[in-house]
């Protein structure tokens, strides 16, 4: 048998049934959903009187645009369009008799948080979600990426997914990270090596030993932003330390199913000699603690550099970069770190994990806040609470940022959670498009320690710094 | 679904790289339990001012190409979020083509479900398309699927590449869970084998 790779793994054992012309239904394990993306899908069920087929496999939580403040509950204190939304999600959830999280119960949160969290997502399934960032998922070696509301709702009736297989490619950091280099700053310099388009027809297998030295927090992390590299999803092959995560979840298998379960996922790596069609290799080593310049995730420098000149780039891109630069108000030369700051946000499906507020919380200890606004957004009720437990909301209170509920808030800005035009973010979330966080709103990408650096000096700062 | 089979029409340049899908549709008009109406804020940010005024000067608000019915722009078009809000206002602006040197995985395939064709050519060719473009109504271009044909305002003729099956089902405006349901038993027996072979899933 030839050998395969971790990606050819996961399809084969799931391809229900394959065309003459390789199209495939794919069998989906998981199935997770959320107020924006699935209201049309569940109406086209209605009015094709259709049913879920797998209501035990398919999990909802509102989370896109939910307030992440006191009182939310109640949904005179939302925007009525938003508690329309939320309305459908949970009346769609009772009728059609699948999981849910409602906001009122401790486990809501951010949908890749929280699927995670309970043990819905195992290695080796296939993980879909009306949203871009599924590929979060593939931290633990499931298959997993983002699908469209018509996907949706063919998920819903079907349990499959009309697929072609994508290319392999292998993205390897060799070596150890240097001190105040994060997960956060790998998956962005590899974006910035590749481009927003270099993934495009890819799946992703993110290997080598600082990838293996990740913790699962910092694993999904790097693979939440595969996609803003343009690749389907991004994995990387689970291991003890994913089987250590997996173990007593509420949805993880228990006694023989576990040992049964932890036999397979042992299978689940790439063959040595198994082919892939585009190689990178990073010295982890040579990643330094990163920020982005512009509107792109691809515009990604080293806090040490200088913001570059339109004239730094070539084709489409140069017209990009100026648009980017007036767009944020930045002239070429200045040095990053003279960047000036307004907001910073902690949170998000890329960053609102325990480890993320704990990174961030050990930068901020005794220290004050210098920027007008400061957030914090746990990804779940259940991170909040262990961070609350371990002190580290009273870290975040004490410097004086605002401690959240759970929820997307404004890595998204779909909820009250947002920049006023001009306003300038230093935020550890995983987009820096043109008007993201709020219309007009300009967006630093960087890690929870950068982000927690800039909240004390009120500039973009280079964290090592203060370590 | 609507079927695309031939257009003739007005395509509008739109020269950007990059364009994402917060710039095609902002997320507060996401908030919609409808399919329908997104037409008018389509590119709504780069469309209209802050208090909601028409900028005269984008594309879409100039008279000739209020009515087009193509889009051409640069490359990697379509990146960021999942929304299928964006193709939604695509369609209902009433734009059923897309041409550009790339798109984003997840657009490109929502296009299909929507009755929208995108159409990634080499960008020499996308260049050719753009400066037809940027003649307004005096250049029209035609697109084929069933010969899978572009044809230029000066008569050039380009191919494109499509997935077969996506085309089959967009030439007949197919819907694709019907075509799935039709394999029930494909389903069935999958399962009944996965469930076997990974009863924790």
């Known amino acids: 048998m030839s050998p395969k790779t971790l990606y050819d793994k996961i399809w084969d054992a799931h391809v229900a049934h394959e065309a003459e012309d390789g199209t495939c239904l794919l069998y989906i394990d998981r199935h997770l959903v959320h107020e924006v993306t699935s209201p049309q899908a569940f109406e086209g069920l209605r009015m094709a009187g259709r049913k879920v087929r797998a209501p035990e496999k398919t999990i909802a939580v509102p989370d896109h645009n939910v307030p992440t403040t006191m009182g939310r509950e109640d949904p005179k204190n939302m925007t009525e369009d938003s508690a329309i939304q939320v309305a459908a999600l949970d009346s769609n959830a009772k009728e059609f008799g699948i999981h849910y999280y409602p906001v009122t119960d401790v486990r809501q949160g951010i949908v890749h948080i929280v699927g995670p969290e309970q043990g819905w997502t195992l290695p080796g399934m296939t993980v879909v979600c009306g949203d871009s960032h599924t590929a979060t998922h593939g931290a633990f070696g499931a298959l997993a990426h983002g699908i469209g509301t018509s996907e949706v709702e063919h998920v819903l009736a079907t349990q499959t997914l009309i697929q072609k297989k994508s290319k392999n490619m292998k993205v390897e950091i060799t070596g150890k990270l240097r001190p105040g280099v994060t997960a956060k700053d790998i998956t962005l310099s590899v974006i910035g090596a590749t481009g927003t388009a270099g993934g495009t027809g890819y799946v992703i297998e993110y290997c080598g030993e600082a990838i293996r030295d990740l913790s699962m927090e910092g694993r999904m992390t790097v693979c939440n932003m595969a996609i803003e590299g343009g690749a389907r999803a991004g994995l990387i092959a689970p291991d003890e330390k994913t089987f250590e995560y997996c173990k007593g979840r509420p949805h993880a298998p228990k006694g023989a199913a576990w040992e049964a379960a932890v036999a397979y996922w042992k299978t689940l790596f790439t063959d040595e000699g198994a082919h892939f069609d585009k190689v990178v290799t990073i010295k982890g080593e040579d990643i330094a603690p990163v920020v982005t310049w512009g509107t792109s995730p691809e515009d990604v420098l080293p806090i040490t550099a200088t913001v570059p000149a339109a004239s730094d780039f070539e084709g489409g891109k140069v017209g990009a970069a100026q648009r980017s630069l007036d767009y944020m108000d930045l002239k070429p030369g200045t040095p990053l770190k003279d960047i000036e700051i307004d907001t910073v946000f902690i949170g998000s499906c890329t960053n609102g994990r325990i480890e993320d507020l704990r990174a961030a919380a050990d930068i901020l200890k005794g220290k004050k806040i210098a920027v007008k606004r400061a957030m914090v957004v746990p990804g779940s009720g259940l991170v909040r609470a262990q961070a609350e437990e371990e002190g580290l909301a009273q870290i975040f209170i004490d410097a004086g940022f605002e401690w959240r509920l759970a929820g997307c808030s404004m890595c998204l800005a779909m909820n009250p959670d947002q920049l006023a035009p001009g306003e300038r973010c230093a935020a550890t979330s995983n987009r820096n498009f043109e008007g993201r966080q709020g219309r007009g709103g300009r967006t630093h990408l960087m890690s929870p320690a950068m982000a927690a650096a800039a909240a004390i000096t009120g500039k973009l700062t280079d964290v090592r710094e203060m370590m | ?201």
């Not at chain 2, 699927?145 to 996506?166: C, H, M, N, R, W």
């Open chain 2, 1 to 201: 679904m609507q079927a695309f089979t031939k257009l003739s029409g007005i395509a509008a340049p739109l020269p950007l790289v990059n364009i994402d899908t917060d710039m095609i549709i902002p997320k507060q008009f996401l908030k919609t339990i409808k399919r329908s109406g997104l037409g008018v804020n389509l590119f709504d940010e780069m469309r209209y001012d802050d208090d909601g005024k028409e900028i005269p000067e984008f594309v879409l608000n100039q008279p000739q190409y209020r009515e087009a019915q193509i889009l051409v722009a640069g490359d990697n078009f379509g990146c960021g979020s999942s929304r299928e809000h964006a193709p939604w206002a695509i369609a209902d602006f009433g734009i059923t083509c897309v041409i550009a040197p790339s798109f984003a995985d997840i657009f490109y395939n929502n296009c299909f479900k929507n009755g929208i064709l995108p159409i990634a050519l080499p960008q020499e060719q996308v260049d050719v398309l753009m400066k037809d473009a940027e003649k307004g109504s005096n250049a029209r271009i035609e697109v084929d699927l069933e010969a899978q044909t572009i044809t230029s305002s000066d008569g050039e003729v380009f191919t494109f590449d499509v997935d077969p099956f996506k085309k089959h089902c967009l030439m007949n405006g197919l819907d694709d869970i019907g075509l799935t349901m039709e394999k029930a038993s494909a389903i069935d027996s999958f399962e009944a084998q996965a469930s076997a072979a990974r009863p924790w899933v």
